[in-house]
């Protein structure tokens, strides 16, 4: 019988991941789905990097071999009088591709160790952008999306940054990546040395980061439970939380919160699950304001879980009334403040905004059925603080706010003091009367002029034009001036007046979006005197956030001292997470790497010429980043940072040669990180030590965002080595795999 004719196998020309997942590839080294996935070996096994490679080395096989070779390649059927010839140049053939796939091989381990070796900056064009991919071996990859080239401005104004599956717009800090691109560059080299300690100890550091989080993250689901700390430390929990947040944030009528908290300790019958879960997202909140060190954050966040997995119940139709609605707002900010998730707060704000809407907030109390003045005024106390949330979280996101001033009519909060709700129509009281209403009326007046600035820093199709920034810039200063004036005719009075604590986070609030508008033009400004007036609104701007959360000196205090009101600030931005430990990181960072501008600009600079005001905050970050460890923030790479930063200004005033400076930098990066070590052991003894009982079997929702978390400055050095997000076809599963 006639020997049967095996069919040829026909070379694979995908790449190895694509040809796995069973997906199209377009053949380029790396292709286009290994670019996507983050994957770093895009590796083809019929031996060239690219099919045109494959071409080249086939027309540069000598003729003889190459003359045989090719009908072997072409034919479906050879003839059998050539088999054996044809069996013997196949091997042939077979051989010289294993040689050119050893040395392309080579060629391309020694291409990555190259690359390895610096931090890469090659702008990837595409139609409409200029996208510059920046990654490092300490930094990871992050793609930041300039200027069009075509709008007119500067092709270094970062529009947005894609990091993982996730775009930020420019009022993201995390566009801010070039600030810190010049420190990568100096320390990068020296990462791969044997006697480089930075990457070991950051690795090391980030595993005890993760069974500290372990330990403290409650089980999912959480159910309701009626416990509650001590009387009197709930009573301490309460009070911080209506001296602070709800001072800006107007979310409960507070006579009627209070008679409700009293009741609950003297009642025998079953307590009422709403407000349970209404009283422990307080508590958790004020536990963020109790003491320096965050001692009751395990327990903040357990009554956070608490409430989350109460709120996620399906089928919550019934609940749809106004407490509800302050349920989930509460929740909003006791995620972002005890740190669950903070990160991903602004798509849950998103369904907050939906609720509210489904419900008719977003009409006046006027254009429906008749209701009482404490409805109507709650009702609109409640769309207030919906909207002002959503544009926080959306400025803190980098996402648009998709809120417009079209999209409702509900007037702004009256002017009342809560008792007076209590009565049957009252009257408002004058405007220039101070009331616990009044600061919520100022953020609405004030709303118009900063949904603005959001807008053209986040929407898409943003004109991002500086004669555009100069506008909003203006608007937003005229509007703060009215604000200005009317809280300083409160403070003149002798009635009611705002405390300290409010005017700080107003001030804050407003520098904040003044400080987001202009830092798109923060590092052009360098060199282009056009845009100096934004270099100096960065700047000052800055140095007044900063001393805003950070009183110069922060004199420490004990456990058992009461605070003056003020200092809650201070003490919010070392223990919560979110908004306000953000803009402090930010301000930061500006300041030093404005103070390492003025250093290059003037090389014979001397210390005596040196911003002491600036050069203070260097130093104080340091202090602050440090404190937040010791109130159980798990990464040290905050206060790596500002050791870094402290280590550069420092050796570029002494003159060191970029060599010298780069090892000096290294050095005290190493040392920052062994101090941190042993407070992450003590931390996490204190853990065991309290029998926090977590769940690391589990998948919890902080289990989940903690890779993703871009609240702080984990994005920016990223030792990991996994694969950071596959869009492709697992070969087990068929369907998306998501690795």
Not at 109 to 115: D, I, K, P, T
Not at 213 to 228: E, F, G, I, N, V
Request: glycine residues 4%; hydrophobic residues 35%.
């Amino acid at each position: 019988m006639a020997e049967t004719e095996r069919r040829r196998r026909r070379p694979p020309i995908s790449c190895v991941l694509c040809r796995r997942r069973k997906i199209r590839c377009n053949r380029e080294s790396p292709c286009s789905n290994c670019v996507r996935s983050k994957n770093a070996n895009c590796i083809y096994e019929n031996h060239f990097s690219q099919p045109q490679q494959a071409t080249e080395l086939h027309s540069s096989i000598s003729p003889p071999i190459a003359a045989v070779a090719a009908p072997s390649l072409t034919s479906k059927s050879p003839p059998r009088a050539a088999s054996t010839t044809t069996a013997s140049t196949a091997a042939s053939y077979q051989s010289s591709q294993d040689i050119e796939f050893l040395k392309n091989k080579i060629k391309q381990l020694e291409e990555r160790l190259s690359q390895s070796n610096r931090t890469s900056q090659s702008p990837i064009q595409t139609p409409g952008s200029n996208i510059e991919a920046i990654s490092s071996r300490i930094g990871g990859t992050f793609y930041v999306h300039h200027e069009d080239p075509l709008a007119g401005q500067p092709q270094n104004i970062s529009r947005s940054v894609t990091h993982k599956s996730r775009m930020f717009g420019q009022s993201h800090w995390i566009t801010g990546m070039s600030l810190v691109r010049d420190i990568l560059n100096l320390i990068e080299p020296h990462v791969h040395e044997d006697t480089c300690k930075i990457t070991t100890l950051m690795v090391k550091s980030k595993s005890l980061a993760r069974t500290i989080k372990a330990q403290r993250t409650p089980h999912w689901p959480s159910p309701l439970k009626p416990d509650l700390p001590p009387k009197d430390i709930a009573d301490e929990l309460v009070d911080r939380y209506l001296q602070t947040t709800e001072t800006i944030y107007r979310i409960l009528h507070i006579p009627s919160f209070k008679r409700d908290y009293e009741a609950h300790w003297t009642s025998n019958t079953e307590p009422n699950t709403a407000f349970l879960v209404q009283l422990k997202l307080v508590l958790a909140i004020g536990a963020t304001t109790y003491d320096e060190k965050f001692t009751l954050r395990t327990s903040a966040m357990q009554w956070v879980y608490e409430a989350q997995t109460w709120i996620s119940e399906p089928g919550f139709k019934h609940r749809l009334n106004l407490q509800f609605l302050q349920n989930n707002i509460l929740l909003l900010l006791a995620r972002e403040f005890a740190d669950v998730g903070p990160d991903l707060v602004w798509i849950s704000a998103g369904t907050l905004v939906r609720i509210a809407v489904y419900m008719g907030l977003h009409k006046d109390p006027t254009r429906l059925p008749k209701v009482s003045t404490f409805t109507a005024e709650m009702r609109r106390r409640l769309w207030n603080t919906i909207l002002e949330i959503s544009l926080q979280l959306s400025l803190v996101s980098g996402g648009p706010p998709f809120i417009s001033m079209d999209m409702f009519n509900t007037e702004p909060p009256g002017n009342f003091d809560d008792e007076q709700l209590a009565v049957e129509d009252p009257p408002p009281k004058p405007e220039g009367h101070f009331t616990q209403t009044s600061i919520a009326i100022i953020l609405r007046k004030i709303f118009p002029a900063r949904l603005a600035v959001v807008k053209f820093l986040n929407n898409h199709g943003s004109s991002g034009t500086y004669k555009e920034t100069l506008r909003l810039d203006a608007e937003l200063r005229a509007s703060y001036k009215a604000v200005l004036r009317t809280l300083q005719g409160y403070k003149s009075t002798t009635g009611s007046q705002p405390s300290e604590f409010a005017m700080d986070v107003m001030s804050l609030l407003m520098n904040r979006y003044c400080l987001s508008l202009h830092i798109p033009f923060f590092v052009p400004a360098m060199d282009e005197a056009a845009y100096a007036f934004s270099r100096n609104v960065v700047v000052e701007t800055s140095l007044k956030i900063w001393r805003g959360v950070f009183p110069s000196p922060l004199t420490p205090t004990s456990h058992d001292t009461v605070l003056p009101n003020r200092h809650y600030l201070a003490r919010l931005v070392v223990c919560a997470s979110g908004f306000f430990r953000i803009s402090a990181l930010q301000a930061s960072v500006l300041i030093a790497s404005e103070l390492m501008g003025q250093l290059r600009e003037e090389e014979t600079l001397g210390l005596g010429l040196v911003r002491q005001d600036l050069l203070s905050v260097v130093g104080e970050a340091k202090t602050w980043a440090w404190k937040c460890i010791e109130a159980g923030e798990t990464s040290v790479k905050g206060y790596f940072l500002a050791s870094l930063h402290a280590a550069q200004i420092e050796g570029l005033m002494k003159g060191l040669e970029r060599d010298e400076l780069s090892r000096f930098v290294v050095k005290e990066g190493e040392k920052a990180e062994e101090e941190c070590f042993p407070l992450l052991e003590e931390m996490l003894a204190r853990e065991k030590l309290e029998g926090s009982t977590g769940a690391p079997e589990q998948t919890t929702p902080s289990q989940m965002v903690e890779d993703w978390d871009l609240t702080m400055s984990d994005a920016l050095f990223d030792f990991g080595e996994t694969e950071l997000v596959n869009w492709g076809f697992d070969e087990n599963y068929q369907g998306l795999s998501f690795n």
